[in-house]
C-alpha cells in the first residue's frame, strides 16, 4: 500500500484494486482538480476557447486510442466517425426536434453503429489492409456528407441552435466560453475514466488481449470477432460524442471540419501522446490543439528577424506537425506518456540512476 | 461509340499514370514491408523538381529529366535512410503513422518554396488530337500511355534481367536468405526507395503535363491505394491490371454516370474487395501461425 523505495506492496484486494495508490498520485490528482477548477478564472476568452477545444479533442484521443492504441486496429476513418456524430446530433436537435442531450446520446448510438459497421472488414483484415479499409470509410462517408443535400438543406454546411441543457441556456459572448467549458470537463472527465475503468474490465482486457497476439488469445477463448466489433462500437461511440459536442460548441457543421487531415490529426494525438496510454491521449490532445497557436505566436514573435515564417504559416505549421509526428516515432515511439514516467522515475530514484 | 473511344483513351492514360504511381508503391512494399503513404507526395515533389528544372532553371528537356532523377533517387535513398531504418522491427502502425508524418511534411515544404498556385510548363508532350474511328483523342493521352508502358516494361525487364533486380526478388522473397547470399540487404533497401522514387517522378511529370502542377496532384496519388488492393499490394503485374481497371474505371463514371461519383468510385470498390478478396487478383496470401 505505501510507497517504499522498493516499489509499492498491497497487502489486500481492495488496495490493488485502486486506481491510485500513493500519496503523491493523489497529490497530483488533487493539484490537477485544483488547476481545472481555477482555470476558467484565470484565462481570457481566447485561451478558454483554445481549452474548450483541448476538451473536445481530448474525448475524439480517447476514443481512437481505445481502437488504435488498446485493440491494435488502425483507423484512418476518425474523421468520418465525427462527421457521423456531428451532423445527426445537428439533425436530431435541430430538425426533429430532439431535447439536445437526447440528440448527442442518440448520436453517440448511431457513430456506434456506423463504426461497427465499417469496422467490418477489420474481422478480416489487420495492419496495413485495416488502414486501407479505413481510408475507404473516411473517403465514401466524406462523400455521402458532402453530396446529400438533404443533410445540409442544400446549404454545404449546418448552422446549429445554441446549446440549451435541461432548460439551461449557454449565455452570449461573454460567459459562452466559461459556461462550455465546465460542460466539456464533466464530459472529458466522465470520458477519462470511463476508459480507464473499461481497461480493468474482462471486456478492456479481451481488446489488449487481441492487440499483443490475436491468434494466441483466440487460443485462450476470446472470441476475437466480439473484441473487435465491440472495440469498433465502444471507440466510435466516444468518437460521435467528440463530433456532436464540436457540432453544439461551433454551431456549424460543415464537411471542411471533417476530412481526412482531421483523421491523421487525431492519430498524431495518440501516437503523440502515447499509444496504448489514456493519459497519453490527453497529453497528446493538448499537445497538438496547442501546437499550432504555438507556432503562430513564435512566427508572429521572430516575424521581423525570420519573415519567411510568418509569411508560410500554414506550410511551416503543416511542416511542423508532420516533423513531430517523424521525430515522436523515431525517438519516442511511446510518447510524451513514456516521457512523464521517466521524469516521474529521476525523481523518485535520486540520488540513484536506477 | 466515339465517346466511348474518347472515355477510353483518357481512363487508359489516367490508369497507365496510376500503375506508374503504383508501381513504386509495390516496389517499396514488396523489398522493405513498408506501406507507403506519401507516395502521391512523392508524385507532387517529382513533378516539382522537374518544373524548377525545366521552368526555373531553364535547363534543356535532356537534362531537368536528368535532374529531376538524380534528386529523386536522392530523396528516396535520403528517406529510407533518415526516417524508415530507425524505424525496422517497430509495429505496422507506427510505419504507416511516420510515412503519413512525411507526407505532411514534404507537401508543405512543396508549399512553403513554390506556394498553393498552379504552376503551368510549356508542353512536353505533343498537343492536337487524332482521328481514332471517329473520335478525336488528344495526342498527349496517347503519348502518355506510351511512356507508362515503356517505363513499365523496363523496370519488369529490370526485375528480370539485371542483377540488382535479381537480388530486389531475392530479397523480397526471404531477406535473412539473402543476406547469407552475400546481398547487402540495406543497399537493396536504398535501391526500392529510389526506384520509387523514380517512378513516381515519372508519373507525378505526366500528371503535371495533362493538367497542372499544383497540390492535386497529392490528391491523384492517393489512389493507388485501390489500384495496389486491386492487383495486390506485392504484384507488379497487379499494378498494371490494376492502374487501367481503375482509371477505366473512374472514366466510365464521370463520363456516363456522374463526376463526383467518379471520386469515390475507387474507394467503393477497395472495400468490395477487401471484403471478398482482401489479397487483390495476384496478391499472395498470408499465413499467420503463432
Request: hydrophobic content about 55%; cysteine-free.
Amino acid at each position: 500500500m505505501a510507497a517504499t523505495a522498493t516499489g509499492i506492496h498491497h497487502r489486500s484486494y481492495t488496495s490493488e484494486l485502486r486506481l491510485r495508490a500513493t500519496r503523491a498520485e493523489y497529490l497530483r490528482l488533487g493539484l490537477m482538480t485544483v488547476l481545472l477548477l481555477v482555470l476558467p478564472f484565470v484565462l481570457d476568452n481566447f485561451w478558454l476557447s483554445q481549452a474548450n477545444l483541448i476538451l473536445i479533442a481530448v474525448i475524439g484521443a480517447v476514443g481512437l486510442n481505445i481502437l488504435v492504441g488498446y485493440t491494435g486496429q488502425i483507423s484512418l476513418g476518425q474523421g468520418g466517425f465525427l462527421a457521423v456524430g456531428a451532423y445527426s446530433s445537428a439533425i436530431l436537435s435541430d430538425r426533429i426536434g430532439l431535447p439536445t442531450p437526447l440528440a448527442i446520446i442518440a448520436a453517440v448510438l448511431l457513430t456506434a453503429a456506423v463504426g461497427t459497421f465499417f469496422g467490418l472488414p477489420g474481422l478480416r483484415l489487420k495492419g496495413l489492409y485495416l488502414a486501407i479499409a479505413t481510408l475507404a470509410s473516411q473517403m465514401i462517408i466524406e462523400f455521402v456528407i458532402r453530396r446529400w443535400d438533404w443533410l445540409t438543406l442544400d446549404q454545404g454546411y449546418l448552422n446549429v441552435e445554441r446549446l440549451n441543457l435541461f432548460g439551461f441556456q449557454i449565455g452570449g459572448r461573454q460567459v459562452f466560453e466559461q459556461q462550455w467549458y465546465w460542460v466539456l470537463l464533466l464530459l472529458a472527465g466522465l470520458t477519462v475514466l470511463t476508459a480507464r475503468n473499461l481497461f480493468r474490465t474482462g471486456l478492456g482486457r479481451s481488446f489488449m488481449a487481441v492487440r499483443d497476439q490475436d491468434i494466441a488469445a483466440e487460443a485462450i477463448g476470446v472470441n476475437i470477432p466480439r473484441a473487435k466489433l465491440t472495440a469498433f462500437a465502444v471507440s466510435s461511440g466516444f468518437v460521435g460524442l467528440a463530433g456532436a459536442l464540436t457540432a453544439h460548441y461551433s454551431e456549424v457543421v460543415s464537411w471542411e471540419k471533417f476530412t481526412l487531415d482531421v483523421s491523421i490529426l487525431y492519430l498524431a494525438m495518440i501516437i503523440v501522446g502515447g499509444l496504448g496510454s489514456i493519459a497519453g491521449a490527453v497529453y497528446g490532445a493538448i499537445f497538438m490543439t496547442l501546437l499550432p497557436e504555438l507556432i503562430r505566436q513564435l512566427s508572429l514573435g521572430l516575424g521581423d528577424t525570420l519573415p519567411f515564417l510568418a509569411d508560410q504559416l500554414p506550410a511551416v505549421r503543416n511542416a511542423v506537425f508532420g516533423l513531430v509526428i517523424i521525430l515522436f516515432l523515431i525517438l519516442e515511439p511511446r510518447g510524451l506518456d513514456r516521457i512523464w514516467q521517466r521524469i516521474k522515475d529521476y525523481f523518485r530514484f535520486w540520488p540513484f540512476r536506477y | 461509340m466515339s465517346t466511348f473511344i474518347n472515355q477510353l483513351a483518357y481512363g487508359l492514360a489516367d490508369g497507365s499514370i496510376l500503375a506508374l504511381a503504383a508501381l513504386g508503391f509495390v516496389l517499396i512494399y514488396k523489398a522493405t514491408g513498408v506501406i507507403n503513404f506519401a507516395q502521391g507526395e512523392f508524385l507532387l515533389v517529382g513533378a516539382y523538381m522537374f518544373y524548377t528544372a525545366f521552368v526555373v532553371m531553364d535547363l534543356p528537356l535532356v537534362v531537368a529529366v536528368l535532374f529531376g532523377v538524380v534528386v529523386a533517387t536522392l530523396i528516396g535513398v535520403l528517406v529510407e535512410r533518415l526516417i524508415l531504418r530507425p524505424m525496422v522491427g517497430e509495429n505496422p502502425i507506427s510505419i504507416i503513422m511516420v510515412t503519413i508524418g512525411l507526407s505532411s511534411l514534404l507537401k508543405a515544404l512543396v508549399q512553403a518554396f513554390y506556394g498553393t498556385s498552379p504552376k503551368s510548363q510549356p508542353n512536353l508532350l505533343p498537343r492536337g488530337s487524332v482521328d481514332i474511328l471517329g473520335a478525336s483523342v488528344p495526342i498527349n493521352r496517347l503519348a502518355a500511355i506510351l511512356i507508362a508502358a515503356v517505363v513499365l516494361t523496363a523496370f519488369t525487364v529490370f526485375f528480370r534481367k539485371s542483377r540488382h533486380g535479381i537480388a530486389m526478388r531475392a530479397v523480397a522473397d526471404d531477406q535473412q536468405a539473402a543476406m547469407t547470399m552475400g546481398i547487402s540487404v540495406r543497399r537493396i533497401f536504398a535501391l526500392a526507395w529510389a526506384l520509387a522514387a523514380v517512378s513516381a517522378l515519372i508519373a507525378g511529370v505526366l500528371v503535371g503535363d495533362i493538367s497542372a502542377v499544383d497540390n492535386n496532384i497529392a490528391a491523384f496519388g492517393l489512389l493507388v491505394f485501390p489500384v495496389v488492393i486491386l492487383g495486390g499490394l506485392d504484384s507488379v503485374p497487379g499494378t498494371i491490371i490494376g492502374g487501367l481497371t481503375i482509371g477505366l474505371l473512374k472514366q466510365f463514371t464521370a463520363g456516363y454516370l456522374d463526376p463526383g461519383l467518379a471520386t469515390v468510385i475507387p474507394y467503393i470498390v477497395l472495400v468490395l474487395i477487401l471484403l471478398v478478396r482482401p489479397y487483390g487478383i495476384f496478391g499472395e496470401t498470408r499465413i499467420e501461425r503463432v
